[in-house]
């Protein structure tokens, strides 16, 4: 029970129930065992950590005098751009009024949530702050499970089903939430599924939330399709600076809305969220970000570098887990990986782990490896955990300066984790030695892990 201080008392509205997101509480605690001095890898984090690119750096150091509040939509050059941007990127019909720029696509997710419908619909698992945002708003969850067989992706008639037993329970589920490529997965939906469920929230007529943060970050043959190219008329397209680029900290989040009548009264509401609650994106931000959107040569070339470095540590990490026989669906976007150690559930028990929450701590205080537990991530299968390969060896900026001149140099996969990557590699030992315990205790024979990385 929460005591009770006078004169602070809470509000139940909200707050009762409600964890701090996973992801944060992680990267805060992380940097407090490395402030005391101690070692913890860090995969517990999605945060591109490669370094500024100058001329977005150098934009905002010639913004820094713009000191005026703006539009709580965005600056007009700004909306102009990304959506000029998202035209030619993902070949979406967009004019700059359906673009709305946000602190970060977590407010603007949380401002459409706000805006629209009864009830929410969460594939699981799904990113950790879907849920408690529904929470805050006292919007009731309709979770639907997915599973590794088919690669995390949402099955039609396991939606159906669990949308027709949320009616009947006197639900009304309307918002439906997508997100590809899929944190914690690491996978993209493929196409003809895009479509296929794009139909389906047509039929249904459900609002579609497409968080397509990573949309830029795919490295596998699979494209990213938006789902707003099939069902345009019902789906807010998130996006922003955050994945693609190393700027999350900036909080540069985007939102496009429906061109039509009803996408201008969203437009509206979330303007009307905004400027009631946070006003508008930091000026200087959005100056420097019509750099960061103009699709200049430079910029693009840049971000497909980041987009091959995460792959080759995300495919390093996803090579380790098969070599070791741990279940985990190959990566094709992002940088997460998401293995499942179900399979050793009674060696784990043995050593007093009965659950993904128990196997993170367990790894944190015996391997010195940090990891999210799938249960943060809505998970619909036990013993799952969301590995991150965004942060480790790239923690300091002269270490994330260090990559970045290391691949331009060469940029051979096997070279580049080789010679650029002592923490990485230490992780597919530490790993090793946990999977090879937890054989020898099971009776299986023994593993190593591969330095392979494709
Ligand atoms: N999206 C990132 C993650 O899943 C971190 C940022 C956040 O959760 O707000 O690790």
Known sequence: MVERFKPIRFSRAGIRGLKASATIA??????????????????????????????????????????????????????????????????????????????????????????????????????????????????????????????????????????????????????????????????????????????FAREHELMVLSDEIYALTVFSAVPHVSMSRFYPEGTVVFGGLSKSLPLGGWRVGTAIIPRDNGGKALTQAMSNIASNIWTCTPAPVQYAALVAYSDDPEIEEYIDICRRMHAIRTRFLYRTMKSLGVPCVEPAGAFYIYPSFERWREQLAARGVHNDNELAFHLIDRYEIATLPGSDFHAAQDFCLRISSSYIDAATDEKADMLLSAFREDPDPERFIRNQHPRLQKVAERFGEFVAELRREAGEPETVPSLAVV
């Open 26 to 199: 992680i990267n805060d605690r992380v940097r407090e065992i490395w402030d005391a001095g101690r070692n913890v890898y860090h995969l517990a984090f999605g945060e591109s950590r490669f370094p500024i690119h100058p001329k977005i750096a150098a934009a905002l150091g010639a913004n820094a005098h713009r000191r005026s509040y703006t539009s709580a939509l965005g600056i007009p050059e700004l909306r102009k751009v990304i959506a000029a941007h998202y035209q030619r990127r993902f070949e979406l019909d967009i004019a700059p009024e359906q673009v709305v720029v946000g602190p970060g696509s977590k407010s603007l997710i949380f401002s459409a949530l706000m805006a629209l419908g009864e009830e929410v619909i969460i594939p699981q698992p799904s990113w950790v702050s879907y849920g408690p945002q529904a929470h805050i708003l006292g919007k009731p969850v309709t979770f639907v499970p997915t599973r590794p067989e088919t690669n995390y992706e949402l099955e039609l008639d396991v939606l159906e089903s669990q949308i027709r037993e949320s009616r009947q329970n006197w639900g009304n589920p309307e918002v439906f939430i997508v997100n590809s490529p899929k944190n914690p997965t690491g996978t993209v939906m493929r196409p003809e599924k895009v479509e296929a469920l794009a139909g």
